[in-house]
């Protein structure tokens, strides 16, 4: 499902980009392929029913599952996608949008609400969210791609019971990332900036944003001396070498606070 959402991020991206102008069929051409089988793993939840509107993507290989995470991911990949009348080639024109698309992102984002707890954190599992006890131990990335996938969906619907979604779970990231030895997450900080753009009054988005992109920019090479010259932009890690996954992902998450600051 991540990946899904990667390739028609860069579909858009070459919209943007004029030396990668002529490459976005390319990557709408995987998108569409790779979107085939988030359609085959679509369905609903364990114990509901259809009649209730939730969707979500399956897995399990002893048993039907579902977490936060996966759902949240196929919804930020539905909404990346270009809009038909964008699209030149028409076969891709057919691939990109089927009919019944708009049920099942609401039926995703009604999953994603369902697994927000009184607190603002996320449980892992939808057997969890049905058991309604309280998330004890939140996931890593889960949160802040439900904020992000919720945040999304607002601004493509205007209907605030997402936003208040994404909210909820921006408050408890904001309070979380300020304990010590706590990384702030990419994604939640790439939902700040959404959450900015659509409340530019509330200032807690914007303060949040800042500290957390602080902490970031604070073990970046540099200001931290890099010990080779290749290492610069990368970020420090103890006992390892950087990596360019938390390089791109940090990437994302200062682009957000940029984009706040610029505003």
């Known amino acids: 499902a991540g990946s899904v959402y990667g390739l028609f991020h860069m579909a858009h991206l070459c919209e943007q980009e004029p030396t990668l102008r002529d490459q976005r069929d390319s990557y ?3 998108g569409v392929l790779a979107m085939s089988r988030v359609y085959r793993n679509l369905g609903t939840p364990p114990g509901t029913t259809p009649e209730e509107g939730f969707v979500t993507f399956l897995e399990g290989k002893k048993g039907i599952k579902s977490n936060s995470g996966s759902p949240a991911l196929t ?20 691939g990109v949008w089927r ?11 009604k999953t994603l609400l369902r697994m927000i707890d009184d607190e603002g954190k996320v ?17 890593l990335y889960f949160p802040g791609e439900a ?16 936003l208040d979604g994404a909210k909820a779970i921006g408050r408890r990231q904001i309070s979380h990332a300020k304990k010590p030895w706590v990384v702030p997450d990419h994604w939640v900080m790439q939902a700040l900036d959404l959450l900015d753009l659509a409340a530019p009054d509330e200032g807690e988005w914007r303060d949040g944003a800042y500290a957390m992109g602080r902490r970031y920019v604070r073990e970046q090479f540099p200001p931290q001396k890099p010990p080779f010259a290749d290492y ?26 940029v984009r706040i600051a610029w505003r």
Do not use: C, N
């Open 75 to 94: 919804l930020l990949g539905f909404l990346m996608r270009p809009a038909p009348e964008d699209v030149e080639d028409e076969i891709l024109r057919a």
């Open 147 to 162: 904020m992000l996938a919720l945040a999304k969906y607002y601004e493509r619907t205007g209907d605030k019971i997402w």
């Open 99 to 109: 009919d019944g698309d708009e049920l099942i992102m609401e039926g995703l984002a």
């Open 232 to 257: 610069k932009g990368a970020y420090r890690r103890i006992q390892e070498i950087p990596r360019t996954t938390r390089a791109a992902s940090r990437g994302e998450a200062i682009g957000g606070v």
């Open 123 to 139: 449980y892992r599992y939808w057997r969890e969210a049905l058991e309604g006890k309280g998330v004890i131990k939140e996931p």
């Open 28 to 30: 709408l051409r995987a």
